[in-house]
């Protein structure tokens, strides 16, 4: 019978056959396309909407950067080279270059000094940025501030070196008096550093030579992107121990020192700003002693440091918070005293749990700086409203150097904030 | 916390500027340098040129100013002030002496307590508008848009002459003159108004200074002068007799191409006194007795300052005018040398 | 803390006052509190000696004398002759007026860009989170400046508007876009309450008569609820709900005399007159604060909808419920309560934001007290403080606010 089978039916398939591609709507980019831009009628009308849009916005922008100029002296020159047709000027950036980084008092052979600094400061970043790196780089970050203060600010050698001997001989102190009880190794390292800097005060001018190897720039001839950097670095850096002292006096158990901090955390946050720079440039001299004057520059960072310390204290007191209460008590059990017990237990893990919350206010707070501007300091937007618009040769040119602002900020931020959702997805795991 | 403590911590850090309070003059001694507040940034009168050197008719009274004091015209850190910025900068101690043209008035001189020391410029407020717009007349500006600075006098001003006049105006309140050029030229305002050398100053930094023109009206009085801090007289008699100085050497025909020659020959006494060679007069100043004749040899006298930086010859074209000397008909009158 | 017995009674020793635990607290709060009374003394006398040496002296009379300058945009009346606190009162109006609008344009942003962000189409997603991270990441003073250039250099000139034959007609005859401000009709009344507070008379009705509809509809759902309830069967109350909403309104507007004041081309040589005028810095500002705010609440907003369970929507969807009732009953109640904390310190830091104005001359608070009055004074200490009150009270209320919410929805979660 199998033979009627074989004679009744003309061809029979011995071998399977191939797997062909699937059909062009089922898979590839149709598919995909079919799936995720036109799913549904509304979903198709979106897709054209978003298209028209991102044209729109390719249309105004793309030839008009490619179409930029890059070397001419003046708005004038660069319309002439341009002709009628649309096109950036962006040769604006390469003659203001060193202006919009360094600001435009900045002595001009030093720019290498800051330039240093910022490499500097990259590589000893790196140690606190990326744990895997070797725990011996942080040494680099710790010289790294007196470093980067002689080579920006410049003068005498001495004075960043006595400010770290005074660190170091807190840091001696604290070390050795750390083991009779943490109150006496703090108090007395702060105390001994006191000590070292107040003598350094009257060392340091009689060790200042005529001529320094750096010659010195004073604070206000600051500016430019710089300035943003600096102002961030510094406040950021100095706010999250201050943060972290104010989310353990909040926490406190001792009612005077907790409404202490509530009131000044609250008060704070309470007010923009722009307030606080205020009080920096109006206010704040009327507190110091009458025969002398502080910096703009460090009243700035004074008030700002304040601001970003009290939302960073919220964010670290969320860390506190979220420490299961075993922790407090496995700690209390094991009969360690309040410093030890934060300082072994319960802040390395609370901090952990507050980086990221903490890297993004230091991002706020990045971008906050741009607010020195209205107080009149050169900063980058500072610059661009100031100088460099009103000089005759640029004046009527925004776009290019509101876009080279935004630039800079974007790259920063963005690569902050990509970092701190690297952190978290690495601190999650580290976590189970 | 104890003030050395304090204090020394400071120095450590290499930030702490000088003091403010009394003795303004060994504070500049001591630092070498004379902290000097200036506009942001207006051509002809104080702005930083494209090597970032700064130039102008405010500047060159700063500049003196160290010439007499530290015997270097170049020792000066320009503070560049806006009009808000300039009082505390100069009362808070963060600039020894401002010169950004600021208009003499009471209430600054006697409630805000500062000493002015002079005038270097007798200005009024002015109009300037587009030609295009056709307007010949201040009066005709009822309904319109008016750029002008905040914190200054002519903010003021402004105020009242539209309510004098009855017309309504509507205020665009801007921070620097760079900010007011850009809104004026992109049609923001019709109008910018303030002093009229500051106009003639910003129009000619136009691309078609043509094209513009200032109203005839001068709606106000703006004696613009250099200031100090009130309570140091000493440290406020040098800026007021060194600026007296530049007045008087183009009075008595000194120049800074004849100074030395007119040190040793001259046979006027009143020049001798001024330039050392007779008489204590920088002696009781508290300076040396070359002070005057430093001034004038480095920025030369207030005629040749005007003319470099804001005369007819320049851009900016201003004319002489109240500021002649009292001799050619002008309000200049410097008080004797003696 | 303290591992051994406290010790019973006994005598006093000083030590006792560190080591032991009874004491010790007390001890460190009385030196903090020494130390703290010491600095704020240390700096108060600092602040004499200083103002001593300049001889100034602290006082707010200042506040009572005429302002002497003009301000462009006012809700209330103000002119150059009005006292600095009348000018003061006219910057916090103006604050508050572009905080509540940004507020709004912000949230309606936000969440239509969070909403999108979870779309399925690839190319909306990808335009929004470019949205959010663009705007984001670089500062809100830049974006103020920066439409404040669009609206200053990019919009025409008022000229171009005026005249017998403008060079551009207003948009419907009632719009025009300069860039000074956008010009658009203003509604006022020909029959009401007359007068300067007639007008404000006349507001308040239109606004009493609109709660008293809410009120009205509220009554007519609660009404239709207990039907639902009683018989399961839900009464249509749309159109009567609509009609309450509409028609009382209507006619009080009616009896009024509701006409529009439109922008005039010919009664100024400068610029337009009548209607209402909403300057260039107040657009700056809200559209910046808008934009700037909504990338935030977007990101809040994407959280919180994706803060609810996937389970929650393969519950409703066995339940048999519709996609969109799924989400307007399941899943955007349970999100609101993840939303709405952060979305109200997002409205916190538009308020505070709002003080940005000042870059571009919008005359809030911070511009007329703690910018031409402080200057024209020269009162920076008063001024500067009173500033930090004002804002110090919006942000309290706001956060009072935000703890009832709080404890309102705690109780709900039993
Ligand atoms: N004289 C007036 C006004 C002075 C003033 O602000 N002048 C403007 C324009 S002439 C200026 O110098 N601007 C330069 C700047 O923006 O820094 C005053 O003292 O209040």
Redesign the pocket.
Known sequence: MSDTHAHSVAFVRMETIPQSAPPLAAAGPVRWGKDNLFATPANALLTIASLVVIYFILAATVPWILNGVWNAGSLSECREILQGTSGACFAVLTERWPQLLFGFQYPSEAYWRPTLAFVLMLVALAPVLFFDLPRKLLIITALFPFVAYWLIWGGTIWAPILALVGFIVGYLVYAKFVNRSFAVGFFGGIAAAFVVWALSGYIVPALTPEETLLSSVPSRDLGGYMLNMMLGVTCVSLSVPLGIVLALGRQSSMPLIKWVCVIFIEFIRGVPLITLLFVASVMLAFLFPPDQTVDLFIRVVIMITMFSSAYIAEVIRGGLAALPKGQYEAADSLGLDYAQAMRLIILPQALKISIPGIVNIAVGLFKDTTLVSVISMFDILGMIRGPILASTDWNGLYWELFLFACVVFFVVCYSISQYSQWLERRLATDHR | MNKSVLFGALTVAGLAAGAAAAATLDDVKARGTLNCGV????VG??APDANGEWKGFDVAVCRAVAAAVLGDATAVEFV????KTRFTALASGEIDMLA????W?FSRDVDLKFDFVGVNYY?G?GFMVPKALGVSSAKDLDGATVCI?T?????LNLADFFRANNISYEPVPI??????TQQYLAGACDTYT??A???A??RATFENPGDHMLLPEIVSK?P?GPLVRHGDSEWGDIVRWTLNALIAAEELGVTSTNVGEMATSTNNPEVARLLGTEGTLGEMIGLDADWAKRAIETQGNYGEIFAQNIGEETPIGLARGLNAQWTDGGLLYSPPFR | MSTTTDPQGGTFRLSMLLNDSRYRSLTLQAIAAIMLAASIAYMISNLLANLAAQDLNISFEFLGSPAGYDINQTLIDYSSQSSNLRAAFVGIINTLLVAVLACITATILGVFAGVLRLSNNWLVRKLMSFYVEIFRNIPVLIWIIIIFTIVTAVLPGARAYLGEDPERNMLAGMFAFTNRGVYVPAPFFTTGFGGEEGSGLNWLLVIGVLIASFFATRFVTAGADKKQAETGIRPNTLYLNLAIWIVPVAIVLFILGLSWDLPDPLANRFNLRGGLQIGAPLIALWLALSVYTGAFIAENVRAGIQAVSRGQTEAASALGLRPNRTMSLVILPQALRVIIPPLISQYLNITKNSSLAIAVGYADITATLGGITLNQTGRAIECVLLLMLFYLTISLLISAFMNVYNNSMKLKER
């Open positions: 506009t942001t940034g207006l009168f104080a560049p002030t806006t009009g950004r043209n600021t208009t008035t200005d407020q600075q914190g200054t006098t002519t903010e921070e620097t003159n760079a900010e007011g303030t002093d050398s500051g106009l100053a910003t703006e613009l």
